[in-house]
T-cell receptor, first 115, second 114 residues
């Protein structure tokens, strides 16, 4: 089954404690992206990657890091989480050409609370 | 920064009524997508429109991309309770100056009452 998986689904942590949210896709997609969703603000793009070792900032990259060492995985790293990073996070992937372009498949989400 | 404004933010209607959701921007997009999101889940793509003036139909849902590729609308005919959910539009920059970004609207929360 084609899917995007994220782990963990729920996480409560404290300010300053480094954490990683994993994302994996099994569709051989070139493009992967992280978003955060906050009430009244919609989905905002944090970082994206157009292929292995190619990453770029979205609209809200401050406080986040990403890496793309393998095509299927795109972890989101919070080196020193702060309460304003409490949010619902989504990972997504898509192809970049042909019929698959702009068809983003989203993971189930990770609800993060930073105390 | 590109912005996508959706209206209305909230909509509560009776089953059988028609409705239209709007997605507007001052920026030109390479393509525009509409998603539907259920509580506790990620957004699911409904349609992608890529050509100015394009109209796509998905059963009772009609999507239109503006001629200038800056705006879009979603029209639902004879709404059903199963249409309840959060509707999101998203604009893609396409391959623009070596980047490929997405901008999402703030969403329209639709509730269809029986």
């Amino acid at each position: 089954e084609a899917q995007v998986t994220q782990n963990p689904r729920y996480l409560i942590t404290v300010t300053g404690k480094k954490l990683t949210v994993t994302c994996s896709q099994n569709m051989n997609h070139e493009y992967m992206s992280w978003y955060r969703q906050d009430p009244g603000l919609g989905l905002r793009q944090i970082y994206y990657s157009m292929n292995v070792e190619v990453t770029d900032k979205g609209d809200v990259p401050e406080g986040y890091k990403v890496s793309r060492k393998e095509k299927r995985n795109f972890p989101l790293i919070l080196e020193s989480p702060s309460p304003n990073q409490t949010s619902l996070y989504f990972c997504a992937s898509s192809g970049l050409a042909g019929a698959g372009a702009d068809t983003q498949y989203f993971g189930p989400g990770t609800r993060l609370t930073v105390l | 920064t590109q912005l996508l404004e959706q209206s209305p933010q909230f909509l509560s209607i009776q089953e059988g009524e028609n409705l239209t959701v709007y997605c507007n921007s001052s920026s030109v997009f390479s393509s525009l997508q509409w998603y539907r999101q259920e509580p506790g889940e990620g957004p699911v793509l409904l349609v992608t429109v890529v050509t100015g003036g394009e109209v796509k139909k998905l059963k009772r849902l009609t999507f239109q991309f503006g001629d200038a590729r800056k705006d879009s609308s979603l029209h639902i005919t004879a709404a059903q309770t199963g249409d309840t959910g959060l509707y999101l539009c998203a604009g893609s920059s396409g391959w623009k100056a070596g980047t490929y970004k997405y901008i999402f609207g703030t969403g329209t929360r639709l509730k269809v009452l029986a």
